[in-house]
């Protein structure tokens, strides 16, 4: 016997599908049959009597005002944190009404995106109609998917292209917004599970041949909601701005500054200058400036650029575009330091010790001019005595001063001992059509270590100000591992035969005399990947709680406002503690800094997740035309359900499933991280060096999936990769499919 909804639960149901609301739809929806459909009735004529309803031939719709309980969806969190939202499904005449979020305490932080069941009251004030509280938050985003669209006669069906989706979605004949066969679609959720036992939905948007090279980094920004689009209005907006002058700026075009960046950077926020202090008191010191481009004189608080910049947090890199947090007539052209075009800066002046220790910075808001655009490469090669045409003139007073100060830099981050992990980063290589060309190993040059030390530099230096004139701002913060991910490190630590120093407040220079003993050894990987396992992940705050990983005690992000919105409010307390003009943080900025910091932290996990997936989607395209090869690899993580393996070349991960390697039971070691082969005894640990065939490669998922063929060098023999291998004991199939559902990716942490 099915139970009977509650009065909410339909109102809620109605709301959500205002399409398919006959009684006879609400009893399929809530499994109601035979005589249970008489107390069905009953209901929906009192809701109809209370005036909750409103029936019109065969269905219930909601009059002109909200019923009781409604399925909203946040559209908008203001500057002073309010958070505004909108009916999904407004049936009544005239505009729809506007609606205040009551938040209470307990509830759960929201964004802009998010669907929330409420209780709704009428108040009709000049401002809004209705307030809302919470009664349960339903979802992010409606309910939206990607998948490959398949038609049928009846409509069609939709695939879901997240990994571990096991489920299509049904889509009637009369929703499928005329996408054909093979199509990549965006579809929202229009109703529960059907008599096939799929749910509903509706195509929304058609994006095109799944497999075409523009769709890899396309199907990511949809799938996480990434804003790629700019509004009109803030196009008009930045359309309208005009370079700064020198008014109210101090002129810095007389230095030498340059910019340094990837030669395919697409935007310059950063250039920097050194040179022998000359103050006899400061013997073997340094001055080095750092620029910044002044973001805050154009995006003002409370302007269409500033909200869409907050809502969108950061900018988003891909292998084959930008989604940058800014239009491109700032970003491109009057925010980014083009080589010899004035533009407005913030610039800190910081004075240095022989031995790199800061002794002093000051800030300027100023009007710079860049004098040479270089490129990493260039750069390093010039300071090694190969300087190309375009290096040759700054080598002598620009480009040796900046590797001095760097060298005095170095000594000081020695003595400071922050995490050093060494991880190769891989990089992409498009071709002209957008089709992965190589997989390369990105250069890690002292040119790099020379901008990462400075910009570090001067976000300390801008913390320290701002923390010296008591103005609010927002502090990166990375704190200690917790005590859990401790145990796992020093586990895979001791099953590789290294120890963790134990019983005592841990500090980074630990974790580097572990890292210091894996190095040059078969386990070098394994520890440096295990120990970023065990970091949490940086986030923004107003409270500053130091910075583990960078061994600092004050550190905010000051360098990046083109593309971070965290260094944007940066810029703003330094103007407003320098009276520098009325663009510095608003009342409204304040009052939402801690509404900030958790939208912005959301924000760039969202597009660390986007990056990844994209990465990993490309990398499945590129290996797929090698299905069938074999390629070697190491065993990053075991797990009950299987292996997963980081292959050589690549660095693309993929799963060995248990059930492929043989026809005996494993058991699986949680402390030693091992499978153990109850009949053969074939142990399986993290960082063995494997020999994998390519299964299965799945681009529009991204996922891969390896046999097994040798492990240490030794093949697995034959008896070992039966097929319909036995796997581990307690309910290997399951727990391989919630497993690869759930798992972690690994991901490298952003300072």
């Not at 004529?45 to 909203?72: F, I, M, N, Q, W």
Request: aromatic residues 6%; negative net charge; glycine residues 8%.
């Amino acid at each position: 016997m099915a139970r009977i909804p509650s009065k909410e639960e339909i109102l809620a149901w109605i709301s959500e599908n205002p399409t398919q609301t006959s009684k006879r739809d609400i009893s399929r929806a809530f499994g109601i049959k035979g005589a249970d459909r008489i107390d069905l009735k009953r209901i929906l004529r009192e809701l109809e009597a209370d005036g909750h309803l409103e029936k019109r031939k065969k269905t219930y719709r909601d009059p002109d005002k909200l019923p009781p309980v409604s399925v909203l969806e946040v559209s908008e969190i203001t500057p002073d944190g309010d958070l505004f939202a909108r009916a999904l499904e407004w049936q009544g005449e005239g505009d729809a009404p506007r609606i205040l979020f009551v938040e209470e305490s307990g509830d759960p932080a929201l964004k802009v995106g998010d669907r929330i069941l409420c209780r709704m009251a009428e108040v009709n004030t000049d401002e809004y109609d209705y307030e809302a509280r919470l009664i349960r938050r339903i979802g992010e985003n409606a309910r939206r998917i990607l998948g490959i669209f398949n038609a049928t006669h009846e409509g069609g069906r939709i695939k879901p292209i997240d990994k571990g989706a096991d489920k299509e979605w049904s889509v009637p004949a009369g929703a499928t917004n005329g996408a054909k066969d093979g199509e990549l679609v965006e579809a929202k959720q229009t109703g529960p599970k059907g008599r096939m036992g799929l749910p509903r939905a509706q195509i929304v948007a058609r994006l095109g041949d799944p497999t075409a090279p523009r769709a890899v980094s396309l199907i990511a920004i949809h799938q996480h909601g990434i804003p790629d689009e700019f509004p009109d209005d803030v196009i008009a907006e930045a359309d309208k701005m005009k370079p700064a002058g020198l008014k109210g700026r101090e002129d810095l075009r007389h230095l030498p500054l340059v910019i340094i960046d990837p030669a395919d950077a697409r935007d310059h926020d950063d250039a920097v200058y050194a040179h022998a202090d000359e103050n006899p008191k400061n013997p073997g010191g340094h001055v080095i400036w750092v620029a910044i481009a002044d973001v805050a004189h154009y995006v003002t608080p409370g302007s269409e650029l500033d909200r869409e910049a907050r809502k969108r947090g950061n900018s988003s890199y891909f292998p084959d575009r930008v989604v940058p947090m800014l239009p491109d007539r700032l970003s491109g052209d009057l925010c980014s330091l083009h080589e010899g075009v004035p533009r407005a800066v913030l610039a800190a002046r910081i004075v240095i010790g022989a031995n790199g220790e800061k002794r002093s910075h000051s800030f300027i808001r100023g009007l710079m001019k860049s004098h040479a655009t270089l490129n990493y490469r260039e750069v390093q090669q010039a300071h090694d005595g190969q300087p190309n045409e375009t290096c040759a003139p700054w080598v002598e007073d620009v480009i040796d001063p900046l590797y001095d100060a760097y060298y005095a830099l170095r000594r000081a981050r020695q003595a400071r001992q922050p995490l050093d992990l060494d991880l190769p980063e891989r990089k992409i290589v498009l071709s002209e059509e957008g089709e992965v060309e190589s997989v390369q190993v990105a250069e890690r040059l002292d040119a790099h270590r020379l901008i990462e030390e400075m910009m570090v530099l001067a976000n300390v230096a801008a913390a320290e100000e701002l923390k010296r004139l008591g103005r609010p701002l927002l502090y990166r913060v990375h704190e200690e591992p917790s005590q859990e991910k401790l145990d796992a490190l020093r586990e895979v630590a001791q099953a590789s035969g290294f120890t963790l120093a134990k019983g005592q407040v841990l500090q980074t220079r630990h974790l580097n005399q572990l890292l210091g003993q894996a190095e040059g050894s078969e386990f070098d990987e394994l520890i440096n990947m295990s120990t970023l396992r065990s970091m949490t992940q940086a986030y923004y705050f107003p409270k500053n709680f130091g910075h583990f990983g960078l061994a600092l005690t004050d550190y905010a992000h000051f360098t990046s406002p083109i593309r971070r919105y965290s260094d944007l409010i940066v810029h703003r307390a330094l103007i407003s503690g320098h009276n520098w003009g009325e663009d510095g943080l608003s009342r409204e900025d304040i009052d939402q800094l801690e509404a900030t910091a958790t939208h912005i932290s959301q924000t760039e996990r969202r597009s660390m997740e986007a990056e990844r997936d994209t990465t990993d989607r490309y990398l499945a395209a590129y290996l797929s035309e090698r299905v069938g090869n074999e390629l070697p690899g190491k065993i990053a993580s075991v797990q009950r359900f299987g292996l997963f393996v980081r292959l050589t070349e690549t660095g693309a991960d993929g799963l060995v499933p248990i059930s492929t390697i043989g026809n005996e039971f494993f058991r699986f070691d949680e402390r030693e991280q091992m499978l153990v082969g109850e009949k053969s005894g074939l142990k399986l640990t993290l960082g063995q060096p494997v020999l994998v065939r390519l299964a299965e490669a799945v681009p529009v998922t991204g996922g891969l999936s390896f046999q097994l063929l040798e492990v240490d060098g030794e093949p697995i023999k034959s008896s070992y990769r039966a097929s319909g291998g036995r796997g581990v004991k307690r309910k290997p199939a399951r727990a391989a499919k919630k497993s690869a559902k759930t798992r972690k990716k690994v991901r490298r942490t952003r300072n």
